[in-house]
């Protein structure tokens, strides 16, 4: 059974860090894109940052310079480093897992999300 689990958000002030961690099994961490989406009330969830196995990174704009995501393919997590976190950063934060398949397919898994209010 694959299980995703997010952990470390709440609420922290604008200009504040939060860290985000997200554990996975079931799965074969190693060979699997890991991303972190995001989806605030009436918005669509959009991505927020990805890191492949082979460590390359992706950022949306609004995030880059401010967050950093990571992996550690020993205890298969993947976390994203929040810095100068602004009101507009407050969502719901889900963990992706994705494998690309053949014809163009992708293999996914999603977590349960977790909370981030920036607000003073």
């Known amino acids: 059974q694959v299980q995703l689990v997010e952990s470390g958000g709440g609420l922290v002030q604008p200009g504040g860090s939060l860290r985000l961690s997200c554990a996975a099994s079931?799965?074969?961490?190693?060979?699997?894109?890991m991303g972190w989406y995001r989806q605030a009330p009436g918005k669509q969830r959009e991505l927020v940052a990805s890191?492949?196995?082979?460590?390359?990174?992706n950022y949306a704009d609004s995030v880059k310079g401010r967050f950093t995501v990571s992996r550690d393919n020993a205890m298969s997590t993947v976390s994203l480093q929040m810095s100068s976190l602004k009101p507009e950063d407050t969502a719901v934060y889900y963990c992706?897992?994705?494998?690309?398949?053949?014809?163009?397919?992708?293999?996914?898994?999603w977590g349960q999300g977790t909370q981030v209010t920036v607000s003073s």
């Open positions: 079931g799965i074969r961490f190693i060979i699997y894109t």
């Open positions: 890191v492949t196995p082979g460590d390359r990174t």
């Open positions: 992706q897992s994705s494998i690309p398949l053949a014809q163009g397919n992708e293999r996914s898994y």
